[in-house]
Nanobody, 127 residues
Framework: QVQLVESGGGLVQAGVSLRLSCAASGRTFSSYSMAWFRQAPGKEREFVAA????????YYPGSQKGRFTISRDNAKNTAYLQMNSLKPEDAAVYYC????????????????????WGQGTQVTVSS
């Protein structure tokens, strides 16, 4: 079992940066791949980024323009999402997710599904 707690959301102006954190329980954090998703009101949940257990591989959707960067610190049991040049359309509830890392995981597998989810953190971007 993994428990995930997100933090770092808030109300920001367009153009600024924000870093979200996802703290995980347990002693085997490095054995889990991690991901960030977001969901805006009235829209489906959207994949934002994923990272392998070791942190050596990262994955982003094709629509990603390079403004977001996922990372992790396995010593701190924490994953991060660095968001730069925020836009009003980035406003959403951001969720982190985890699942056991498998050997030779395919790229598509990092897009989901995930087994464990946090409660989400709200990001609001004013224009």
């Amino acid at each position: 079992q993994v428990q995930l707690v997100e933090s770092g959301g808030g109300l920001v102006q367009a153009g600024v940066s924000l870093r979200l954190s996802c703290a995980a329980s347990g002693r085997t954090f490095s054995s889990y791949s991690m991901a960030w998703f977001r969901q805006a009101p009235g829209k489906e949940r959207e994949f934002v980024a994923a990272i392998s257990g070791s942190g050596g591989s990262t994955y982003y959707p094709g629509s990603q323009k390079g403004r977001f960067t996922i990372s992790r610190d396995n010593a701190k049991n924490t994953a991060y999402l660095q968001m730069n040049s925020l836009k009003p359309e980035d406003a959403a509830v951001y969720y982190c997710a985890a699942k056991p890392q498998t050997s030779y995981a395919s790229t598509i597998s990092y897009y989901g599904p995930y087994d464990y989810w946090g409660q989400g953190t709200q990001v609001t971007v004013s224009s």
